[in-house]
DNA sequence: AGCACGCCGACT
DNA sequence: GTCGGCGTGCTC
């Protein structure tokens, strides 16, 4: 050993903005704690800031200048709260998504470890005095101190509610009066006790005698076979908190408490049974699979099985292999609308080992079922998009229930993919991934071209159920006023409703009309904040924008003409639900969109409404249209097919059919074959065609064919850069001089045989959202590589053009909604 | 992202 | 003269 002092360095990603990683010192007493996957408290700037430990080092890597490397200020886990093969995640989404990886590693976190220091202003000996003596320095600091104050000694601290006070703040801080302290933030809602009362001896029976109360607690105690939760005692007894405390004291009682773990409240309840027997087609899914999960080795499989094929049953059959031979297992799913059934089938099958994540749940909870997973007390995770960042130890599966399904792509701040994500995840791992769909995403099914993933598939529906017959509707043919639902349509609902079963009415748009037009000056009312027109909701009789939740009161008379002329136009599920009140006046009608079930448990108690048969005619839009089971429905009716393919976007026909195939399969999933009427004005379309063909995988040969001549994803890479700004002269600028540093960027890489194209620049097509100006521009790749080169190229370009400063620049790699 | 610095116009 | 606006650069 020499006498030189070795030291000990961090790399730290710290939970802001910052897209460098930095470095620390650690000091001598925190040496055992620091490890990599603990987030960690560090000075950063005038500031203090939490960040995730990477790696530990003994050389730091060299400094510019005068900087000076600060240490570490304390350590925030005993362990690591981020396993190792998912810090390697983010680090590969980081570079892969042009995000900073401190704001990654935070997103992965559940809420209770999100949370950052609080600033605090402490009053000074100096300003102390100031508020005691002097009455100009009194009127300025007596907002937040009073001088009257008790003498505590605790230090008198105030923090600055706005920006406002944030400045004033600043001022007494360069008088010397107060000084910046950071608090770590009281709210504390990471744990629950849950207090339980134990019953330790029958108290005698001349005790018993004296209190009716008492007599009942003891019951209900010996009821529940010795203990009971002290918040149910409450619930039969009011006086419970009292009796057990006293109980407690003569020693009859003992209070245990236990950390209690919050599950999601939506979570159905199923009666036991035994797992079914496999069909030989799911055994021989499942054998192809289980190796792959026994003896650890990536690999893709894309499972093609048409809707009501027992495709969740094959999940649980690979879960329950993966936890046999001691690994763990993670299930994505689509958004929760779906969830809470297959929810309940796998509590059913896998009890408490099950974890669940989803926007259900409350932030408590959400911590909770995080910490089940991290501490292994957990090995099955069950949730949505984010939960591809599950922190399971061992983990052996991955499951992407409806892989093609667009809410897997998050749309705000880091737009990943979770199933590209769950694919690169189990790469890293060296474990099976499984996709699964009735309507695979035409990027998955390349991939099984490319020899990249194992394709299985599931033809027969289970019990041999035949698959729902389709009839097109030419809404053109239909005589007379227009309705919303044509003749054959009505005509069926009529005769379903008659034999006493369920119908579906499914239209992708919710409100009552799509917008309020003048009949004399034409004016179409628009949101005072977007431009996009707003839709009339009857519920609450208003207009409201969709996109960014403006409301408003129905004008009396046209605000541009004066006229009282304003016709609603255009139809929604609200609509639909009032014309088929009027047409079967004694039919149940269960509405279910986002304004119906506003909250998750109200949708919950919706689809109950509808599996329990207390309603007849369910009217939807997405929300009802994957996944759901409902055993009694044998008519589907499409109001219009046509709303999907109004998307402008190249996707269009892959996402109509999709959808349509999807809503087609909710039909007949019980003993009755069902049946499908899909109305539209564009019948001879080719996506209507291939839904009235039922034959996916033909279309999906045929659209691959066309977005290969058209040289467009999967074939080639996109991404996206959209600027905003609430001046628009500034953005159409800011977006020049971007598409200028774009161009010069291809421009370069073309000599270097790297080849890229440019579409754009043009405004968004939402060109104004939530008072902000929005123009994008495309980039175009004929590889990953060549794309992540020209991205790079352009951000590193981009970061000296001053004016990029006062605009917002989003990049969106795989784009997949262009509004 | 915050937060500081520094440079300008407009007020007590 | 300061206050507060915004532009610019940095954070180990």
């Known amino acids: 050993m020499t006498a030189a002092a070795s030291e000990t360095y961090a790399e730290i990603a710290p939970f802001t903005a910052i897209s460098k990683n930095l470095h620390y010192r650690v000091p001598g007493e925190l040496l055992h704690d620091v490890q990599p996957g603990v987030r960690v408290l560090v000075p950063l700037g005038r500031r203090e800031t939490v960040g995730l430990v990477?790696?530990?080092?003994?050389?730091?890597?060299?400094?510019?200048?005068?900087?000076?490397?600060?240490?570490?200020?304390?350590?925030?886990?005993?362990?690591?709260?981020?396993?190792?093969?998912?810090?390697?995640?983010?680090?590969?989404?980081?570079?892969?998504?042009?995000?900073?990886?401190?704001?990654?590693?935070?997103?992965?976190?559940p809420p209770g470890f999100q949370l950052q220091p609080e600033v605090r202003y402490r009053l000074t000996g100096a300003g102390k005095a100031v508020l005691e003596r002097e009455r100009r320095g009194r009127k300025r600091l007596e907002p937040w101190f009073d001088p009257g104050f008790p003498e505590t000694g605790e230090p008198m601290e105030a923090c600055p509610r706005d920006d406002i006070e944030t400045r004033a703040f600043k001022r007494l801080e360069r008088e010397g009066w107060v000084e910046r302290v950071y608090v770590w933030p009281s709210s504390d809602l990471r744990q629950k006790t849950l207090k339980t009362v134990r019953l330790v001896e029958t108290p005698p029976d001349d005790r018993l005698r004296r209190s009716a109360h008492l007599r009942r607690l003891v019951r209900l105690l010996e009821?529940?076979?010795?203990?009971?939760?002290?918040?149910?005692?409450?619930?039969?007894?009011?006086?419970?908190?009292?009796?057990?405390?006293?109980?407690?004291r003569e020693g009859f009682v003992c209070m245990e408490a236990a950390r209690e773990i919050r599950e999601s409240p939506y979570a159905q309840t199923l009666p036991a049974c035994e797992p079914p027997a496999l069909t030989t087609d799911?055994?021989?899914?499942?054998?192809?699979?289980?190796?792959?999960?026994?003896?650890?080795?990536?690999?893709?499989?894309?499972?093609?099985?048409?809707?009501?094929?027992?495709?969740?049953?094959?999940?649980?059959?690979?879960?329950?292999?993966?936890?046999?031979?001691?690994?763990?297992?993670?299930?994505?799913?689509?958004?929760?609308?779906?969830?809470?059934?297959?929810?309940?089938?796998?509590?059913?099958?896998?009890?408490?080992?099950?974890?669940?994540?989803?926007?259900?749940?409350?932030?408590?909870?959400?911590?909770?079922?995080?910490?089940?997973?991290?501490?292994?007390?957990?090995?099955?995770?069950?949730?949505v998009?984010?939960?591809?960042?599950?922190?399971?130890?061992?983990l052996g599966l991955i499951v992407v229930d409806e892989e093609h399904d667009g809410s897997y792509k998050q749309e705000d701040r880091l737009r990943y993919h979770a199933r590209d994500v769950a694919l690169v995840r189990a790469r890293f791992l060296g474990i099976p991934v499984l996709l699964g769909s009735a309507t695979p995403s035409l990027q998955s099914i390349r991939l099984v071209h490319r020899g990249r993933c194992r394709f299985l598939s599931l033809l027969q529906r289970i019990e041999d159920r035949p698959l729902p017959r389709i009839e097109i509707i030419d809404m053109r043919r239909e005589r007379g006023p227009f309705r919303v639902l044509s003749r054959p349509l009505q005509a069926a609902v009529e005769k379903t409703l008659a034999d006493g079963n369920q119908v579906l009415l499914f239209l992708n748009r919710r409100g009552f009309a799509t917008f309020y037009l003048c009949r004399v000056c034409g004016t179409v009312h628009q949101c005072p904040h977007c431009s996009v027109s707003l839709t009339y909701h009857q519920q609450d009789d208003t207009l409201r924008c969709h996109y960014c939740g403006y409301e408003a009161d129905v004008p009396e008379a046209c605000p541009r003409c004066g006229e009282h002329a304003l016709i609603p136009f255009g139809f929604g599920t609200e609509r639909v639900a009032e014309e088929v009140g009027k047409l079967f006046p004694g039919a149940r009608i269960a509405r279910i969109d986002r304004d119906s079930a506003s909250h998750p448990k109200r949708l919950v108690e919706l689809l109950n409404d509808v599996r329990h048969r207390r309603a007849d005619v369910l009217i939807g839009t997405q929300m009802v249209a994957k996944g759901h089971d409902f055993e009694n429905i044998t008519l589907v009716g499409v109001i219009s097919a046509d709303t999907?393919?109004?998307?402008?976007?190249?996707?269009?026909?892959?996402i109509t059919v999709q959808l349509l195939l999807q809503v087609a399969g909710r039909a007949g999933r019980g003993d009755q074959p069902g049946e499908v009427l899909v109305q539209t004005f564009n019948p001879d379309h080719y996506t209507i065609q291939a839904v009235r063909n039922m034959d996916y995988l033909r279309f999906c040969e045929e659209e691959l064919k066309a977005r290969e001549s058209l040289q467009y994803p999967p074939f080639t890479r996109f991404v996206r850069f959209l600027l905003s700004g609430a001046d628009e002269t500034l953005t159409r600028e800011a977006m020049d001089r971007f598409h200028a540093v774009c161009r010069a960027a291809a421009d370069e890489l073309k000599e270097e045989n790297v080849p890229v194209a440019l579409l754009g620049p043009a405004p968004a097509p939402i060109y104004r959202l939530k008072n902000r100006y929005r123009r994008h521009l495309y980039g175009k790749a004929w590889t990953n590589r060549h794309l992540q080169a020209f991205v790079e190229r352009v951000l590193a370009e981009s970061r000296r053009l001053s004016i990029l400063r006062r605009v917002a620049l989003v990049v969106d790699r795989d784009p997949h909604s262009g509004l």
């Not at 649980?316 to 059934?341: C, D, F, N, Y």
């Not at 932030?363 to 949730?383: F, M, N, Y």
């Open 54 to 109: 990477l790696a530990l080092q003994g050389t730091p890597p060299p400094l510019e200048g005068s900087i000076r490397f600060k240490s570490v200020k304390a350590v925030l886990d005993p362990r690591p709260v981020v396993p190792g093969d998912v810090l390697h995640l983010c680090r590969w989404i980081s570079r892969y998504y042009f995000y900073p990886l401190g704001e990654i590693i935070r997103s992965t976190l």
């Open 385 to 394: 998009r984010s939960a591809v960042f599950s922190p399971l130890p061992r």
């Open 223 to 248: 009821d529940a076979g010795g203990a009971l939760a002290l918040r149910d005692l409450r619930r039969s007894l009011k006086t419970a908190d009292y009796w057990a405390r006293r109980l407690q």
């Open 644 to 654: 999907a393919l109004q998307i402008a976007d190249f996707r269009a026909g892959e």
């Open 282 to 383: 799911q055994q021989a899914v499942v054998g192809a699979i289980g190796p792959f999960i026994e003896n650890g080795r990536f690999q893709p499989f894309l499972l093609y099985g048409v809707t009501g094929s027992g495709k969740t049953e094959i999940y649980l059959h690979l879960v329950q292999r993966t936890l046999e031979v001691g690994k763990t297992a993670l299930v994505l799913v689509p958004e929760i609308a779906l969830s809470t059934q297959l929810e309940a089938l796998f509590r059913r099958r896998f009890g408490s080992r099950l974890a669940v994540w989803h926007s259900g749940l409350s932030p408590g909870a959400r911590d909770d079922q995080w910490r089940k997973i991290v501490d292994g007390e957990s090995s099955v995770t069950l949730g």
